[in-house]
């Protein structure tokens, strides 16, 4: 599968942006798969900010802000992110994984720029 993330963009802080990333191709379709979004931020090491298992898995710092989402008859993960910071200013990456359990992704797309000004 392949992963076309977008939405992204340059917002003032306390403002809201909605990532959406499209599964396309062949193999599993989106709606099969464990997916997620990752970012990296400039220095820093890349981290999983949502994960769609149990519901929804989030990185602490982005818990009640950030809402992982998916539209499987349309084959989209969104990732909405309200009451944005400065420190959420990354490359955010779309992810996809078939094992249910596990930290391996299978499945990257390109990155979207967030830029959050304060």
């Known amino acids: 599968v392949q992963l076309q993330a977008s939405g992204g963009g340059l917002v003032q802080a306390g403002g809201s942006l909605r990532l959406s990333c499209v599964g396309s191709?062949?193999?599993?379709?989106?709606?099969?798969?464990?997916a997620g979004w990752f970012r990296q931020a400039p220095g820093k090491e890349r981290e999983l900010v949502a994960a769609?298992?149990?519901?929804?898995t989030y990185l602490d710092s982005v818990k009640d802000r950030f809402t992982i989402s998916r539209d499987n008859a349309k084959n989209t993960v969104y990732l909405q992110m309200n009451n944005l910071k400065p420190e959420d200013t990354a490359v955010y990456y779309c992810?996809?994984?078939?094992?249910?359990?596990?930290?391996?992704?299978?499945?990257w797309g390109y990155g979207t720029q967030v830029t959050v000004s304060s």
């Open positions: 191709g062949t193999g599993r379709a989106l709606s099969t798969l464990v």
């Open positions: 769609t298992r149990n519901g929804g």
């Open positions: 992810v996809a994984r078939s094992r249910i359990l596990g930290t391996t992704w299978d499945y």
